[in-house]
């Protein structure tokens, strides 16, 4: 890519903000239409994600981000090898635009549940600066990369370090996400909160899977405020995945509590099955800060009102999914990192 200045970088991802929040018809046939392909790919979770994009890239957020790091300074181009998620729509979209933005190659091995959208999205940006069009590719398999940033399971990270190790990388594993209740939320905020359990039907690292109540909780305040949900049940996926693990816990008498689309169950355990958010009670906040922080590693962000003086990102209740430009998955600077890759 040519040397590109900033205040042109900005203008053109601002303008690709735009026609994300606005999808015109080439878009909009995508939001119709991808749940064809993936059936979690919901026409509501497939805008919302484009959306959720769009509205991050405004011209004051870019700015603030992009003049963190000095974008100037002569460096050679570098092939960074990326792959990519596919659990919620355009997941993966961050890394490469991480990788664009400094002014790197992005190869690009998309995941088959989110090839399209991510295609369609950076054919937009193409249309718009065509100096883009020459810095990225999409491949079936990595080969000649100097960096590497993969995203998978905890199973999967293992075989990206055994094949990735050699080269600098960035590699995440399973993260999970939990809310902090203080007992003070109001029903609109515990309402909210609904979005950070429900949206994408709970399958991103940002949903939260995890409820702490303070001890003598009552319950049913967050279960009367997340009713508006409860049309979610009627998606074939995920009512198999509520009655499967339903019946599970009544042929094993396992204790739950069940409003008839979500279950709730007390386990100590970070990440619950889909259509279960597992709980515990708190006798005091430094109990809990005790508790985020050690389990800093496996928590993506935290959802409170609570002051909490711990590492992980905490965000307000409903904006798990709404991540802005410097919020980097697993607390990792993926610019830092691209822009100190040896020449």
Known sequence: MSKIKITE????????????????????????????????????????????????????????????????????????GLILAGNIPLVGFHDVLCVLVTGNEALIKASSQDARLIK????????????????????????????????????????????FGKVPNIIRKNRSSIAVLTGDESSEELYQLGH????????GCRNVSKLLFPRDYNISTFFEAIEPYNDIINHNKYNNNYGYN???????????????FLLLKENDA???????????????????????????????????????????????????????LWDYADGVDTMKFLTELKA
């Open 120 to 163: 369609a999205v950076l054919n937009k940006l193409t249309d718009i600066d065509k100096r883009f069009a020459g810095q990225f590719k999409f491949v079936e398999r990595l080969v000649d990369f100097d960096a590497v940033i993969a995203t998978g399971s905890n199973n999967t990270s293992r075989y990206f370090d055994y094949y």
């Open 246 to 260: 339903k019946s599970i816990y009544l042929v094993g008498r396992e204790q739950h509590l069940d409003n008839g």
């Open 270 to 324: 970070l990440t619950s099955p889909l259509a279960v958010v597992f709980y515990n009670y708190y006798d005091s906040l430094e109990d809990v800060e005790k508790l985020l922080s050690a389990e800093n590693e496996n928590i993506q962000c935290v959802v409170s009102k609570a002051p909490l003086n711990i590492k992980n990102q905490v965000v307000n209740l409903g904006q798990s999914q709404q991540p802005k």
């Open 9 to 80: 970088l900005i203008n053109s991802l601002a303008r690709l903000g735009g026609q994300l929040e606005n999808p015109d018809n080439e878009l909009r046939q995508l939001i119709e239409t991808e749940h064809r392909y993936n059936p979690w790919f919901t026409p509501q979770n497939v805008e919302h994600a484009i959306k959720s994009i769009g509205k991050s890239l405004n011209e004051a957020d870019l700015t603030a981000w992009l003049n963190q790091y000095d974008l100037n300074k002569s460096i050679s181009s570098k092939k960074i």
């Open 196 to 203: 950070d359990i429900f949206d994408y039907f709970g399958l």
